[in-house]
């Protein structure tokens, strides 16, 4: 090798050299930036636990409270809808027993309640009803509609 190949071999090292050197400097600051960052975050992530834990505290004791009167309403409405259930249960069978007992007493009196209808309807005034809405049926032209 000539003197001439060594002056540039020697130049293009020194070049790798110092872009070797400027590339371990870029590395260590960022690694000393990163470093930094996370400590910063970490100081702030501390701050933000340290302002919300009473407010944390205060919701979770909100949401017990809450959780305390659901358990409560539930309660209550079983409790409720168990006594609907046995009531209903009762009607049925306080029903199921009238109907059993009185039905004949309810049959004689819906069949007085009958007779005096027919009865009531076979008096003279009851069929003059009847009359007076034969007549307007006439009138009206009801005979040209009517079957015989």
């Known amino acids: 090798m000539t003197p001439e190949d060594l002056g540039t071999t020697n130049g293009w090292l020194a070049v790798i050299a110092v872009t070797s050197l400027v590339q371990t400097l870029v590395v260590v600051g960022l690694v000393i930036g990163t470093y930094v960052f ?24 909100v949401l017990d409270k809450v959780e305390d009167v659901m358990d409560r309403v539930r309660s209550i409405d079983d409790r409720v809808e168990r006594a609907l259930t046995r009531t209903s249960d009762r009607l049925f069978l306080v029903t199921a027993v009238l109907r059993k007992k009185f039905w004949p007493v309810l049959g004689l009196i819906r069949g007085v309640r009958t007779g005096l209808a027919a009865l009531v309807e076979r008096r003279p005034e009851a069929r003059g009803l009847d009359e007076d809405a034969d007549r307007r049926f006439m009138y009206e032209g009801g005979t040209s509609h009517a079957r015989t």
């Open 38 to 61: 996370y400590r910063r975050t970490q100081a702030a992530i501390d701050r933000i636990r340290q302002d919300i834990a009473p407010v944390t505290a205060r919701a979770t004791q």
